[in-house]
């Protein structure tokens, strides 16, 4: 199945700092989203881009799917952004129809 | 509104019980799934359904039941045969034709002592 690696694991920033987060999988996928998940453990979507570039507000993410990863930029962080990030793909078809691999997550700590 | 609910937010269990959570949404989707966080861990599939009375084994599968007798609902089972069942278990939908984006229910944590 498809591999799904997240880099850093840990991020620790003060409030206003900008961060990346990196997402690299093994296979193409047609799928791939961007979750938050805050201290009550919901899971938010952020970004459903299997390609291409989106912008929601301070965040933007860019997946180059021909090289197998994704970004999330995280800009002028606030202490709300701190919580878990998540990369998830998919290969949807098939019998693979929409499952979504999920990458360990890297855990974003903004200080005030 | 339209969403996702669970039920409920907690559960506690002892061990050897079967236990049922609750997932249903009102987003007309047709693909319907469950998944099993464990502490410090990326989501791990354990079933997902395309349509009504019908769904498939995910990665995790062993121990667990579900079913699909109406589009809006997919109720996941926790037997006595699952050998870790304490867990956050997360629900999910999305549209059955692309895109796949998945949406999530805000959970249940079980708690088997």
């Known amino acids: 199945g498809i591999q799904v690696e997240q880099s850093p694991p840990d991020l620790i920033l003060q409030e206003g700092a900008n961060s990346t987060l990196r997402c690299n999988f093994s296979d193409s996928v047609n799928n791939l989203q961007w979750f938050h998940q805050n201290p009550w453990g919901q899971l938010i979507n952020l970004f459903y881009i299997p390609s291409g570039t989106k912008q929601n507000g301070r965040l933007s993410a860019t997946t180059v799917a021909t090289e197998r990863y994704s970004l999330l930029y995280i800009s002028s962080s606030q202490t709300t952004d701190s919580g878990v990030y998540f990369c998830a793909v998919s290969n949807a078809g098939g019998t693979s129809y929409g499952k979504l691999t999920f990458g360990q997550g890297t855990i974003l700590t903004v200080h005030p | 509104d339209g969403g996702i609910t669970q039920s409920p937010k907690y559960l506690f269990r002892k061990e050897g019980q079967n236990v049922t959570l609750s997932c249903e949404q009102n987003l007309n989707h047709d693909a319907m799934y469950w998944y099993r966080q464990d502490p410090g861990q990326g989501l791990r599939l354990i079933y997902y359904?395309?349509?009504?009375?019908?769904?498939q084994k995910g990665d995790i599968a062993e121990g667990y039941s579900v079913s699909r007798e109406k589009k809006e609902s997919f109720p996941l089972t926790v037997t006595s045969a699952q050998k870790n069942p304490t867990a956050f278990y997360l629900c999910a939908s999305s549209t059955g034709t692309g895109p796949y984006e998945q949406y999530f229910g805000p959970g249940t944590r079980l708690t088997v002592t």
């Open positions: 359904s395309q349509i009504v009375n019908d769904f």
